[in-house]
């Protein structure tokens, strides 16, 4: 990878991870906004799947449009709507209004995945790819576990509430969106490369292959999002806080340190992701899954926090893996829309994992749950290793 196209990668990236940070943020205040709103987990369970059905939903139709506009404008207006939003929920007093605040946020982060996996899928070779991801998938994590992170920074003293938290945000989605627009210059041609390939126009995908990924995607989506919602109010009985701590400050704490273990995950797998080998590294990651989950349904105090740590590791490897098949199925000229078509589904089903986790109960039910879903998508990703090795064979 030349400096020019890392230049783009890590610029790109940066916009990924605050995409985690927003998306993040209502988990960090989950457990405020019920206490000052006088709701139960299953309201807040609901909010957040109202924040993430438009993250999904709209990810499909931000795709058709980044590949009818270009990603720039797109990554451009999503800045700028998540940093609007912020700023009013900053000054939100209902519960209600909240609701719409969400649903709203949620349509503007959307924008993101189809617009600037696209960009990135573009810009790069078969055989850089896979690094190239690795990199947006860290500053994904990054982003992911930050959001706990400044939370638990703002939170130390108790004097900040989470609205203000909220208005923090509209200060780097503003300053993001200036440095997109004056600093990204996108290219919609295919690389050249040294190899052979087929990511010519003219390629016209393999869709079957491509939606049986985006069916284990999907499961996968469903864990991430019923695992994120309520981490930080899992690790809230960790039996780990010292007394002069505040409780909303520590919890996100814990969760910051569970999301590096992501960023770990992320490097690892942009590490050992290869074309050829993707399938059947991607149903090892999921099957791998199914062992931290269903330690996290029985733990109990600080070993609550040890099983966390060791999904957020595991689970993360999967995001350079998947979205490197995704540019291996999708021709060039359809990128965007098979990544808004993947992120439609993935997040749009995966919406439903906080709704599931506030109302499934007991953490047995929940994480035992996910683990039923983990395996379901280590079994697609182990048909397509098979389909895989079936044309080649046939070839």
């Not at 600037?116 to 994590?141: M, Q």
């Amino acid at each position: 990878m030349n400096a020019t196209t890392f230049r783009l990668v890590i610029l790109i990236s940066m916009a990924h991870a605050l995409v985690h940070v927003f998306e993040l943020s209502l988990p960090s205040v989950e457990q405020m906004i019920g206490d000052d709103f006088d709701v139960a987990r299953e309201q807040t369970g609901v909010l957040g799947t109202v924040w993430r059905v438009p993250f999904g939903v709209g990810a499909f139709f931000a795709g058709w449009l980044a590949d009818r506009f270009g990603s720039k404008p797109m990554l451009v207006i999503y800045l700028l709507g998540c940093a609007a939003t912020s700023l009013l929920v900053w000054t939100c007093t209902s519960f209600d209004t909240l609701y719409v605040l969400m649903f709203a946020m949620g349509c503007f982060a959307s924008i993101y995945h189809p617009a600037g996996l696209a960009f990135i899928s573009r810009e790069t070779t078969p055989e850089t790819r896979g690094v190239a991801l690795g990199w947006h998938g860290i500053f994904g994590s990054i982003g992911i576990a930050g959001a706990p992170f400044v939370a638990a920074l703002v939170f130390w003293t108790g004097a900040v509430t989470w609205q203000q938290y909220y208005l923090l945000l509209v200060i780097p989605g503003l300053g993001l969106a200036a440095y997109l627009f004056f600093g990204l210059t996108e290219h919609r041609q295919p690389p050249v490369t040294s190899t052979a390939n087929s990511e010519t126009g003219a390629d016209e995908g393999r869709w079957g292959a491509y939606l049986i990924l985006v069916a284990g995607g999907a499961m996968a989506g469903f864990i991430y999002a019923g695992f994120m919602h309520f981490l930080p109010r899992y690790l809230n009985s960790a039996e780990l806080r010292p007394s002069f701590i505040e409780p909303a400050s520590f919890r996100n704490f814990l969760a910051a340190v569970v999301l590096i273990m992501g960023v770990l995950g992320q490097g690892i797998a942009g590490k050992f992701a290869r074309p050829g080998r993707l399938q059947i590294q991607l149903a090892l990651i999921m099957f791998t899954n199914i062992g931290p989950l269903l330690w996290m349904a029985v733990a109990t105090g600080p070993a609550r926090f040890a099983a966390a740590c060791l999904l957020g590791l595991v689970h993360f490897m999967t995001q350079p893996i998947y979205n490197s098949l995704i540019a291996q199925y999708v021709p060039f000229h359809r990128r965007s829309v098979g990544y808004g078509f993947s992120n439609m589904a993935c997040f749009g089903i995966g919406a439903l994992g906080p709704t599931y986790a506030g109302y499934a109960g007991s953490d047995f039910k929940v994480y035992g749950g996910l683990a039923i879903a983990a395996a379901a998508s280590g079994m697609m990703a182990l048909v397509l290793h098979f389909i895989g090795k079936r044309d080649s064979t046939n070839g």
